[in-house]
């Protein structure tokens, strides 16, 4: 009985200490979580927001983009909708929470909606660059999109 209830406290002292060490590790190694990179024609391009990801896509503030990249964007809080444009040959109306949207006047589908966060609308990076006429590729062990694009002065 005697050698029964040793090896009760013993376990119960062995596995208290592991509990306890690993809290300790958990409290002075914080989590680091690495922020996703926007490169454009080399140069790193600032986000008034981080960017955020869901389901592998990454969103990035929409006018920030748009501008960038030679366009402009624009919310109209009528419509719950956004219009990224280009040059008067390019158009895009996406509706917040609906993948319909109409490009050059015809309707169309889009693969993500956009999303509304307050002060700013989030896009789908990879697809409004490419719209907008951007080269994409991304660098996954440096967490990097480089957009490419000529820009006209």
């Known amino acids: 009985m005697l050698r029964k209830l040793s090896a009760f406290f013993l ?3 062995l596995l208290t200490g592991s509990v306890a060490a690993t809290a300790a590790f958990a409290q002075s190694a914080p989590v680091q979580q690495q922020k996703i990179k926007v490169n454009l024609n080399g140069k790193e391009l600032a986000f008034p927001q981080d960017i955020v990801t869901e389901n592998g896509v990454a969103y990035v503030n929409s006018s920030t983009l748009a501008i960038a990249l030679g366009g402009s ?3 109209d809080t009528m419509s719950k909708s956004l219009l990224v444009a280009k040059d ?3 158009a895009l109306r996406m509706y917040q929470n609906s993948t319909f949207a109409y ?3 015809k309707e169309t589908r889009v693969p993500y909606a956009p999303r509304v966060t307050t ?3 989030l896009v789908p990076l990879v697809f409004i660059a490419q719209e907008l006429g951007a080269k994409v590729s991304y660098d996954a062990k440096k967490l990097t999109y480089n957009l490419t694009i000529e820009i006209k002065s």
Do not use: H, I, S
């Open 11 to 13: 376990t119960a002292a």
């Open 73 to 75: 964007a624009a919310w």
């Open 88 to 90: 008067n040959k390019y």
């Open 103 to 105: 490009k050059n006047g």
């Open 119 to 121: 002060g700013a609308v």
